[in-house]
Each structure stands twice: as structure tokens, then as C-alpha cells.
């Protein structure tokens, strides 16, 4: 079973930069999309960005279009999200998940995996 292990979340001020990382477990990693959603306290999970299996087609959302990259190295089973221009919205939890089913990879409920999260706060 795979398991999927975020880092690199931490406090930042409005404008800083955080890299985060989301290492996962197995010898399947290529096989699936992955994508990073997040919670902010007394919201839903939405999502945030994703990409597929080779590194291709990457999605955002909207607000963190242009400020947020998200990549994969498949050698390290590794995916990252680099964050950058950081917002105080941008606060909340951020989850790393995997799915087999591309076409649905924003939205949450068709995620095979999840990661337990890391805690990204952007002060003012």
C-alpha cells in the first residue's frame, strides 16, 4: 500500500516563498497523477494544483495561478510545490494525494491516497 509523507510546510510573511515536498512510498509512483489540495481552518478541502503521469498537463487554481508551480522528479518518487508571493489566504493545510484516475484528478473524492498534510501559515 502506498504511502505518501509532505514537508516543507512552516510560517512565512506575505511575499516569501516555501518549497513543499511529497514523497511517496512504493515502486508505482509513475502510474499515478498526483495533485496537492488544501484546508484552511472552518473550509472545505479544495484543490490546488495537480499533474499527470510524465509531468504533463498541470492544472491550478485560479488564485494561485502564476505564483504556484508544481513539478515531479519520478526517479526520487518525489512531487513539490513550489509556492511563491505568498498570501495569508494561502494558509491552511496543505494534503499531497494520488490517484489512477487522471480525468478526475481535482476532485478530491477520486483520490487513491492521501498524505497526512503540512501546515503552511502566511502572516501579514
Known amino acids: 500500500q502506498g504511502q505518501l509523507v509532505e514537508s516543507g510546510g512552516g510560517s512565512v510573511q506575505a511575499g516569501g516563498s516555501l518549497r513543499l515536498s511529497c514523497a511517496a512510498s512504493?515502486?508505482?509512483?509513475?502510474?499515478?497523477?498526483m495533485g496537492w489540495f488544501r484546508q484552511a481552518p472552518g473550509k472545505e478541502r479544495e484543490f490546488v494544483s495537480s499533474i499527470g503521469r510524465s509531468g504533463g498537463s498541470t492544472y491550478y487554481l485560479d488564485s494561485v495561478k502564476g505564483r504556484f508551480t508544481i513539478s515531479r522528479d519520478n526517479a526520487k518518487n518525489t512531487v513539490y510545490l513550489q509556492m511563491n508571493s505568498l498570501k495569508p489566504e494561502d494558509t491552511a493545510v496543505y494534503y499531497c494525494?494520488?490517484?489512477?484516475?487522471?480525468?478526475?484528478?481535482?476532485?478530491?473524492?477520486?483520490?487513491?491516497?492521501w498524505g497526512k498534510g503540512t501546515l503552511v501559515t502566511v502572516s501579514s
Open positions: 512504493g515502486r508505482t509512483f509513475s502510474i499515478y497523477a
Open positions: 494525494a494520488a490517484t489512477l484516475r487522471v480525468l478526475r484528478i481535482r476532485d478530491a473524492g477520486a483520490m487513491d491516497y
